[in-house]
């Protein structure tokens, strides 16, 4: 399949995985042949903070980050993190957004009402899918660390991508009990 | 950790490698015999890829040193005796590095393999630093040749090409990477590693070595006018500078000079305007390639230059037009006019394909098929999270006990109390509800710092300082203050590893579980302390398990906080409670839970110790088991013993 460009938005909080999903991913469309692209933020902005990664793959090497606007899929791993990334959606709406439902609260910092939420999510996109990615994750592994492996699990179906291939980027990861853990939380998510 | 690994693979391999893993793949396809680096984001992981990899492709030595003065120095002498050298650093580590290097880039080694790197990585938008910085602006006083690549693929070639170049002109050569390059993952193909040609019979001339005015003028001379000219003929000649696009025709008759990340924001900025122009990708940013440019400028009549941070290639792109009275209308950053409503690019912060678009559109009126600033105008009410100390973190605790003596201590002695803070994770107690942070500068400023307002006013001075910086470049300011009687308060905090950056050994890590082993002696710091004649008390984490440690720590600030006014001492406070990153994958995690029958919901846990993994739910506070790291304090600091090992 020919893909001029395909641009992915990750954000999240630091520790929530964002980069091992953007490895496994990233790792996966190579092997299938693409030119990928992504970009990681390391050191002290991770702990507990805001991140935003991209990851980017087609036919031709791309910069590492893509202009507002122009983003095909926007994943947020945690559910306020969205509203910082709406710029990169499209203004005809066609960005999918992905959202896990989990909702990290910050004392003495109000979160983002649903009502708000809701109202600048569908502002901005058509193609919405909420995960219950955290109770999946706890389901099959016992941690919500493994939030980010339901994710990669879900939107697999939207990418030109074979499940034998990511399932090997998977197993590079994990090994023992823990890979088919996860396994078993990707594949719930896969077939949502 | 390395996904795919480095030296793994043969010739024409694809790999998915971060920018700074090809450069460790690029070094050794370079046969390189020693690299020596202070740990910094975002250069970090070219070190530690080395320290996992040295000795089975059988390189010379690899280390972490104790800063970057000495990282270079020892990879100079190195270089000097005819080694294959490369050194790495975060851009300010080049500042610590810069007065080693200044006589380094004009000593000549005799020997033939003699080659040196720098691996310098700026941070722009300062994702993980102190402060934002263009190292390049230190290509003009050093007079070295530096490359600088766009993406991991040229990350591999360019650093081939630094040693290449280094070789063959006897100057070290600086490799020149930024966040977004150094920390970008793509596909990387793969050459040949390559064995080192280092010979045990070396010429270490002091004509050539020695920095001193008989032989340092020669040098310069030699320096000046016949290396870095071979220099430049190499700028002018390589492929590293080259015209894309040649062909390209636009009706503004409009052409682009860039280098680096900024190259690929200009491909897309371009692709989006449907533009095409043509462009003059530098990678050799020093020295710029002058003929080169000129005939670049002599078939335009509009140019646009674009980088971050600082002018420095458009200064020079100025000079270089106005040296062969060219008419060309040069845009850019204006840097003459300190304006910001004259640039057109900012000198603060990273670029992106949006910033350098909307440039472009304001230079040629284009109409973009999406409307940019409309999107821009857009704005939503964002969450504030600011980065945290990780659940279970030393600091917290010690940042908890200090404010409870900070208080006492004040409220006692009606006096002012200032606090001094240092580069390291302890500077997030900056934050609230700490706030410890009146002045910062650099590595290993603050016990400086705190001196120059002690000799100055009544009040109360504290440095807050970590083992590593301690190490780095706070050990002089120490002494100093010893020397001199100065009034303050010095707390190290010493978790025993350089934490922010990843937790990597210093020389006072106990390395015996990790992968430097045996080989390394710890330096004993309490000793070393103790050895300068200053006032030092010790305190260990879970050492004295009849008082509680949070009450030990507050008594021990405030009891010598209290001599240092009463009786104008220095005291040391040696604070030993290791980072909870290295415990955890140590020792099991014991977590602990809270008993919602005894927790009246005081939040002394979650809002005055503000531990990440404890929350409030249904009135009582609630402890997230999967982010729980077992250090235990909460237990320690609950009022009602509500909080325990055991799960109701």
Same mark, same amino acid.
């Given at each position: ?192 | ?454 000799? @100055? ?43 922010? @950056? ?34 030092? @008390? ?111």
């Amino acid at each position: 399949m020919t893909v001029e460009v395909y641009t992915i938005v990750i954000t999240g909080l630091g520790g929530q995985g964002l980069i091992r999903l953007l490895q496994i991913l990233g790792q996966a469309l190579v092997t299938q042949g693409y030119k990928v692209i992504t970009s990681e933020t390391h050191g002290l902005s991770q702990r507990g903070g805001k991140v935003k990664c991209f990851l980017r793959f087609g036919n031709k090497l791309n910069a590492p980050i893509p202009l507002i606007g122009t983003a095909d899929m926007i994943i947020a791993l945690e559910e306020s993190s969205i509203i910082d990334v709406l710029n990169y959606a499209k203004p005809d709406k066609s960005t999918k957004f992905i959202i896990s439902t989990y909702e990290k609260h910050n004392i003495n910092v109000e979160y983002p009402s649903l009502d708000y939420l809701l109202n600048i999510l569908y502002e901005n996109s058509d193609n919405i899918y909420f995960i219950p990615a955290m109770e999946i994750a706890f389901k099959h592994t016992k941690s919500q660390k493994a939030m980010n492996i339901v994710i990669l699990g879900y939107i697999l179906k939207f990418l030109p991508l074979n499940q034998s291939i990511i399932e090997g980027s998977i197993k590079k990861n994990f090994s023992g009990e823990a890979l088919e853990m996860n396994l078993n939380a990707f594949n719930e998510a896969f077939n949502l | 950790m390395s996904y795919d690994k480095i030296i793994e693979g043969k010739p024409g391999d694809i790999k998915f490698f971060l920018g700074n893993e090809a450069i460790v793949r690029g070094a050794i396809e370079s046969g390189i015999d020693i690299y020596t680096y202070y740990p910094g984001t975002p250069s970090s992981e070219v070190g530690e890829s080395f320290m996992d990899i040295y000795k089975e492709v059988r390189m010379k030595w690899v280390e972490s040193s104790i800063n970057e003065k000495v990282a270079i120095e020892v990879a100079g002498a190195a270089y000097a005796r005819g080694a294959t050298a490369m050194v790495g650093m975060k851009n300010v580590g080049l500042n610590v590095a810069s007065d080693p290097l200044f006589a380094l880039a004009t000593t000549r080694p005799k020997n033939k393999n003699s080659a040196l790197v720098i691996l310098v990585a700026d941070d722009p938008q300062q994702h993980s630093s102190a402060v934002e910085m263009d190292s390049r602006n230190y290509l003009k006083l050093f007079k070295i040749p530096a490359l600088e690549p766009s993406n991991p693929q040229e990350c591999l070639e360019f650093t081939k090409e630094a040693f290449k170049i280094s070789r063959k002109l006897k100057l070290p050569v600086i490799l020149r990477t930024v966040t977004m390059v150094s920390h970008a993952r793509s596909n990387v193909i793969i050459g040949e590693l390559k064995q080192s040609k280092i010979e045990e019979d070396f010429d270490l001339s002091k004509e050539v070595n020695v920095a001193l005015r008989i032989y340092f003028l020669d040098m310069k001379e030699n320096h000046i006018y016949n290396r870095m000219k071979h220099a430049l003929e190499i700028s002018e000649n390589s492929t590293l500078n080259r015209v894309e696009n040649e062909d390209a025709i636009n009706e503004f008759k409009l052409g682009i000079i860039t280098s680096g990340v900024s190259y690929s924001y200009v491909l897309e900025a371009l692709d989006f305007l449907e533009l095409n122009t043509p462009l003059l990708k530098i990678g050799m940013i020093n020295p710029l390639p002058v003929k080169k440019i000129t005939n670049f400028l002599k078939r335009c009549d509009q140019i646009f230059v674009v980088e971050e941070n600082d002018a420095f290639l458009e200064t020079q792109v100025l000079a270089i037009a106005q040296m062969n009275r060219l008419k060309v209308r040069i845009h850019g950053k204006d840097p003459f006019s300190y304006s910001k409503e004259n640039s057109l690019l900012p000198f603060v912060g990273e670029l992106n394909p949006t910033l350098v678009s909307l440039a472009l559109i304001k230079i040629t009126n284009l109409k973009p098929k999406v409307d940019l600033n409309q999107i821009i105008k857009r704005k939503y009410n964002i969450m504030e999270r600011k980065p945290i100390l990780c659940a279970g973190c030393p600091h917290r605790t010690t940042g908890y006990a200090l404010q409870k003596a900070v208080k006492k201590i004040k409220l006692n002695s009606e006096r002012n109390v200032y606090f001094y803070q240092d580069i390291g994770c302890y500077t997030l107690l900056a934050f609230p509800p700490f706030s410890f942070a009146n002045v910062k500068y650099c590595m290993g400023s603050s016990i400086a710092l705190a001196q120059g307002v002690a000799q @100055t006013s009544e009040s109360l001075n504290i440095a807050i300082i970590g083992d590593g910086t301690f190490f780095h470049s706070g050990i002089p300011a120490l002494l100093n203050g010893i020397y001199n009687k100065t009034p303050i308060l010095v707390l190290i905090l010493d978790n025993g590893w350089i934490g922010m @950056t990843g937790q990597q050994p210093h020389p006072g890590s106990d390395t015996r579980y990790y992968k430097e082993g045996n080989l390394k002696k710890a330096i004993d710091l309490e000793e070393f302390l103790r050895g300068t004649g200053v006032n030092v @008390t010790v305190i260990k984490h879970n050492e004295n398990k009849d008082e509680e440690y949070t009450s030990q720590l507050r008594n021990l600030i405030y009891e010598k906080g209290c001599d240092v006014l009463e009786n104008k001492s220095l005291h040391v406070i040696l604070i030993k409670d290791e980072c909870i990153q290295k415990t955890v994958k140590r020792q099991p995690i014991i977590i602990r839970y809270v008993d919602p029958e005894l927790c009246n919901n005081c939040g002394i846990c979650y809002s005055q110790f503000l531990c990440p993994a404890i929350d409030e739910r249904d009135n009582s506070a609630f402890i997230d088991s999967n982010s729980c790291l077992g250090c235990g304090i909460c237990e320690e600091i609950c009022p009602n013993n509500a909080i325990n090992k055991e799960e109701d």
